[in-house]
Each structure stands twice: as structure tokens, then as C-alpha cells.
């Protein structure tokens, strides 16, 4: 009796462990260049496992590919959420290779890096139609966020019915507006943050946990 | 047959399609539409704008069409979505297809500049490249 019952536990155990656990939901960060997603990804990654995601850098399209880092458990009231943070290239309608060259770079570079830049965006379209299962998306707080491309992707994530937060990020600049950011879209919950600088990245991981845990 | 006449070198030609014209084609053959127009360097105004699903299509499409020294992208702007006129959940639910009804004009990045933008008004400014 002891060994069937013994069987009968571990296969229960098994059970749990492949039906009851849920996949970690993949967590995209969007928005326009330089709104600052690669240091929020690397901000929350390394508060949670140790690691970044990639390079962050001041001249747009930095981030030219989709990089996910895998179960980030985040701690929250004495529990933990596990998420995929997918760091995806700035989303635009446009890329100009001269503007590269402002940036001290050499024509042949500036032209592959504006083209690997046109890839990526294309990529995190993709990503965003078939693969992530929750947005967050990172405004620079000191830049006008009424463009085409917010509105656009704020109303594609809206029509995919993905939960979506806004993070008004560099609150640490002294031209940064939060209630711009929430008069433009007071649809939805408007968290300030410094990625660069971790403020206020609690009340981040709170409203982490509350929306995609 | 209606007079067509051909761009004057100086001009710029202004494409105003109809949502009768779109209804009924796909999402592709209405995104060709709006590229082909854009890359001949004409402003193109969709009389209804395109869902958002078409509209992230445009973008990636728009993304691979790019190529240096020949077209740099679009521009493309229209009013925010207000949100209550998109049916909602309720309505995606019922099987009702989204449709935002919203003026869009979209031209060349490199000839058409934004220079302001609220809920009401549009104000751009196209110039010959």
C-alpha cells in the first residue's frame, strides 16, 4: 500500500508541475526610439536575475532585434509572477540613414545600421500580432506623446485586447510631464518611472504583478 | 472615361480614395495602394482609414520597402480613436469588424511634415521633395 501510495503521490506531484503551472506570459516593451525600453528591460532584469538584455545607447534604433529574457520572477506580497521580457526595436514609420551619420558614423555603416533598424521594427510588428501576451509601453515623459505611431500602436495593442501599461519614463529630466501623458491616453493607467535612474520602479513591479500576473 | 491629366512637374499630387473604392479589397491590395501612390511621391487620403490590423501591416511592409538614398517611409497621420466608436468588446464579441472611420492622409516621410496634432485638427505641411 505504501508504494502505491507513494505512486499515486508522484504522479499527482507530475500532474501539477504539467498541467496546473502556467507558461511564463511573454511581457513585450514598446515604443518609439529612444524612449528608453532597452533600460527598463535591463533595469528589470537585473533587479530580478542577476543579467541585462542588451545594450543601451543614446543614437536611435540601438536596439535592432527582438530580445527575450526568460522567467523573470518578480516578488510581490509574498508571492511570485514569472514573465518573459521581450525588449523589441523602437516602432516607427520612417528610417532615414542620414540621420546616423550626425552621430559620427561612416556612410556604410549608417546604411546597414538604418536597414537592420527597418528589420527590426518589421520584426516587433510581427511579435506584436502573434507573440506577446501583454504590452508594457515606455513613453519618454519630455517628448510630445500625441505621434501618429503611439496613437497607432496604442490602438493596435487596444484591438488585440492585450492588457497594456504605460510607463512615462525619464521622470528624472526636468522637462518631463506625466499629465501629458495621461491626457493623451486616459484610457489607460499612466505609471511615472526613471529607468535609467530606478525611481519609482516599486510602484513598476507593482502594477506588473496586477496586470499580467 | 474621366480627363486625367498628367502631374505637373511642380505640383503634387493629391490621391483622395474613397472608402467605396477601398470596401472590399484586402488588406494587401490596400496597402499596395497606398505604397505604390507614396513611393511615385503622391499624397494619398483614405477617406476611411485602415483598421489597426492593417494599419500594423502597413507599417511592416512600409519596413521592407525601405531602401537608402530612394524611400525613406511614410508619414502618416489621423484624428486619435475615441474609443466609443469602435463598437468595443461587446461588439468584437457579436463578430462586428472594427472599422475606425477616421480621415487618414499618408504621404512620402521625406515630403510631408506634421505640424500639429490634437484630436480635432490636423495641420501638415507637404512640400515637393
Known sequence: MGLLTELRDSISRAAATLFSEQDPKRIGIYGPPNAGKTTLANRIARDWTGDAVGPESHIPHETRRARRKENVEIERDGGTVEIDIVDTPGVTTKVDYTEFLEHDMEKDDAVRRSREATEGVAEAMHWLREDVDGVIYVLDSTEDPFTQVNTMLIGIIESQDLPVLILANKIDLEDSSIQRIRNAYPQHETIPLSALEGDNMDEVYDKIAEYFG | ?129
Open chain 2, 1 to 129: 472615361m474621366p480627363e486625367v491629366k498628367s502631374p505637373d512637374d511642380d505640383g503634387v499630387q493629391i490621391d483622395m480614395i474613397s472608402a467605396e473604392r477601398m470596401e472590399g479589397l484586402t488588406s494587401m491590395e490596400k496597402i499596395r495602394i497606398i505604397l505604390d501612390g507614396v513611393r511615385d511621391g503622391n499624397i494619398v487620403i483614405l477617406e476611411e482609414g485602415l483598421t489597426p490590423d492593417e494599419e500594423s501591416r502597413l507599417i511592416e511592409v512600409t519596413m521592407t520597402e525601405i531602401s537608402p538614398d530612394e524611400f525613406n517611409g511614410i508619414e502618416i497621420e489621423s484624428y486619435p480613436q475615441s474609443g466609443d466608436d469602435e463598437g468595443g468588446f461587446l461588439g468584437r464579441l457579436m463578430g462586428k469588424e472594427s472599422t475606425p472611420k477616421k480621415l487618414t492622409v499618408i504621404g512620402p516621410a521625406n515630403q510631408i511634415e506634421t505640424l500639429h496634432k490634437d484630436e480635432t485638427l490636423i495641420s501638415a505641411l507637404v512640400s515637393r521633395n
